[in-house]
């Protein structure tokens, strides 16, 4: 096999691999990939490092030439944001909870956070293993974390991939769930929004949740809504980008409100987050 291709972390856990047509966890690797033992599948490993498990995946490069000229913005270019997210943030996850094992981060899409393997449906640059997320490649109780951020709105039936979640994590092994909730639609294909209690409700029966809040607050929601709205009304070009700095200028205040983890906080913000322990 080609040293690009032994890259891919997923090659020092493959005991933890499952051939999602037989269920099997015993592989050989020939130059092409890996070949499920017990039925023959080849699960290709492509010249980039990328292994292949799903029948069908998204080729472009980017998430956002997928979603086919929606845009609110009409091209205009996008608002302004500020760095600033409450919670935790997913590069320290793993040192923070102590995790030494396998550490998905699922629907990567472009990240790429140190020590996680990177499972998405499309062939983006970061990502080591190509999958349908509702169909895991992965052995259950083999995962120690599973992160997701603001992955779940685009998949109509999300529960197939809490249950997937919920399958490949360890006992105390955690999830962090990213998800919209005052979050204007964003992507041609963007179908769900999620209310604290909604998310929670998600998580209660089989997980502890360990901490709960929102990860870009209500300056996010203000600001995108309201540069969303006059780029909707005013055709002028002018008119437009004076509309959009004077926003900016007087939404600047917005920025500097501190983060707040209450309900009410998050009932008014753009994402919001769960950290559960797998019960
Ligand atoms: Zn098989």
């Known amino acids: ?32 990939g890996l070949v499920c033992k017990s039925c023959g599948h080849l699960y290709p490993i492509m010249d980039n490092g990328k292994m292949v498990t799903a029948d069908y995946f998204i080729q472009e490069q ?28 997913i590069k320290d996850l793993r040192k923070n909870l102590g995790i030494t094992g396998i ?14 393997i990177n499972m998405d449906l499309g062939v983006y640059n970061p990502v080591h293993v190509i999958a349908d997320l509702k169909k895991i490649p992965l052995i259950d109780s083999s995962v120690e974390l599973v992160v997701s951020n603001s992955v779940l709105e685009h998949i109509y039936d999300y529960n197939a991939v809490f249950d997937e979640v919920f399958r490949i994590l360890k006992k105390g092994g955690y999830f962090y769930l990213c998800v919209p909730n005052a979050c204007l639609r964003h992507h041609k294909y963007d179908y769900h929004r999620w209310t604290t209690p909604g998310l929670h409700k998600l998580f209660d029966a089989r997980f502890e949740i360990t901490d709960s809040g929102a990860c870009r607050g209500i300056a996010y929601a203000l600001i995108i ?23 900016r200028l007087i939404s600047r205040p917005l920025f500097w409100m501190r983060e707040e983890t209450n309900e009410e906080y998050q009932a008014m913000s753009q994402t919001i987050y769960v950290l559960g322990k797998k019960l």
């Open 1 to 32: 096999m080609l040293v690009e291709k032994m890259k891919n972390p997923i090659l020092s856990h493959i005991s933890s691999l499952l051939c999602i047509k037989c269920s099997s966890n015993e592989w050989k690797v020939d130059a092409e």
């Open 62 to 89: 980017n998430w956002e030439t997928v979603s086919d000229g929606f845009d609110l913005f009409k091209g205009n270019e996008k608002p302004i944001t500020v760095d600033k997210l409450g919670g935790p943030r």
């Open 103 to 116: 550490a998905i981060n699922l629907g990567s899409g472009q990240d790429n956070y140190d020590g996680f």
């Open 225 to 247: 809504y309201v540069e969303a709205l006059l780029a909707y009304k005013i055709k002028n070009k002018n008119m437009l980008t004076i509309s959009r700095w004077l926003w």
